[in-house]
């Protein structure tokens, strides 16, 4: 950004409220630059903290033994993991999630021997239930969200019953959180 000034405005003999406009332009043009670098600074602290995402996607109860990536292991660099703050799950209808031989829905990284962030049994997956993270007796928190350590480096998410269930509608998981 340059600075301007109005003509007349500097110099002896300019006319005094271009003078008093240049002033006040020159003090705007100050805080300006001092936005500015508090914006860079906050932008510097959100990296640093971590991008952070909101994703949704849906389980279906009769495929819920198959995992859904939430989020692919390839939008999480090497070094980096996964940081789960908080979920919604909404029942999408009437039907509650029975039959079958599932009994769970766990949010978990994508490793071999995946990391299990959140536990939804499956007595909390009634008709038409919304189920939050931190506010549900269905809902067991695990070590990572607990002690704030992460899933598995360079690993995604995914969603994923213990079985199929017999009927059930579908269930919309909203994760938020951040990868750092």
């Excluded at 500015?36 to 996607?57: M, T």
């Excluded at 033994?65 to 703050?85: C, D, E, L, R, W």
């Amino acid at each position: 950004m340059s600075q301007k000034y109005l003509i007349g405005g500097a110099g002896a003999g300019g006319d005094p409220v271009a003078a008093v406009a240049d002033a006040n332009f020159t003090e705007l043009y100050a805080a300006d630059i001092t936005l500015q670098s508090n914006i860079d600074a906050l932008s510097a602290s959100a990296l640093a903290a971590g991008i952070p995402f909101n994703v949704v996607a849906q389980l279906v109860s009769t495929a819920a033994g198959t995992a859904v990536h939430i989020i692919p292991a390839a939008s999480v660099s090497a070094g980096k993991k996964v940081y789960i703050t908080g979920f919604r799950l909404s029942v999408y209808g009437a039907t509650a999630w029975t039959g079958g031989t599932g009994s769970l829905i766990n949010i978990q990284d994508t490793a071999t021997i995946p990391i299990v962030a959140f536990r939804v049994n499956a007595a909390g997956l009634l008709g038409n239930a919304v189920i939050d993270s931190f506010a549900d007796a269905n809902v067991d928190c695990f070590e990572t969200l607990l002690k704030n350590i992460g899933l598995t480096a360079a690993k995604g998410v995914d969603i994923v019953a213990d079985a199929n269930f017999g009927a059930g509608s579908t269930a919309y998981i909203s994760l938020i959180g951040y990868i750092k």
